[in-house]
């Protein structure tokens, strides 16, 4: 019970952040370090954290049957944040770019992922 609670507030934050993302782009620089400095910019951070996001949170809730294509979408979504981490984390160390704004998406990445994937 308590997992499957986990699981929709990890897919809600993955949807809240899409929405942001598309809605208010340029409100991300603070989260992500991102900072557009064009039109063109700004649109793929609506595309790929806004359209992305929104969808991947989504699909856990479309496909609620069966039930297995529900557990499918959301171990999808966890593969998506660890695949997000593990990248992060390399990038970290390559780029010098240990922060705490990276630390803690870090850390929820890991967190989501897991108990997305479980």
């Known amino acids: 019970m308590i997992l499957q609670v986990l699981r929709v507030v990890g897919a809600l934050s993955t949807i809240a952040t899409g929405l942001i993302?598309?809605?208010r782009p340029l409100s991300v620089r603070g989260f992500t370090g991102l900072s557009p400095d064009s039109p063109r910019g700004i649109t793929e951070i609506r595309a790929v954290l806004g359209g992305l996001f929104v969808r991947l949170g989504v699909a856990p809730?479309?496909?609620r049957q069966p039930s297995a294509a529900q557990?499918?979408?959301y171990r999808v979504l966890g593969i998506g944040y660890l695949a997000i981490g593990?990248?992060?984390?390399v990038s970290m160390v390559v780029d010098k770019s240990v922060?705490?704004?990276n630390t803690i998406s870090l850390a929820f990445e890991v967190i989501f992922?897991?108990?997305?994937v479980l």
């Open 86 to 89: 593990a990248v992060r984390l």
């Open 99 to 101: 922060q705490q704004s």
């Open 61 to 63: 809730f479309l496909l």
């Open 71 to 73: 557990a499918a979408a």
């Open 113 to 116: 992922g897991v108990i997305l």
């Open 21 to 23: 993302s598309v809605l």
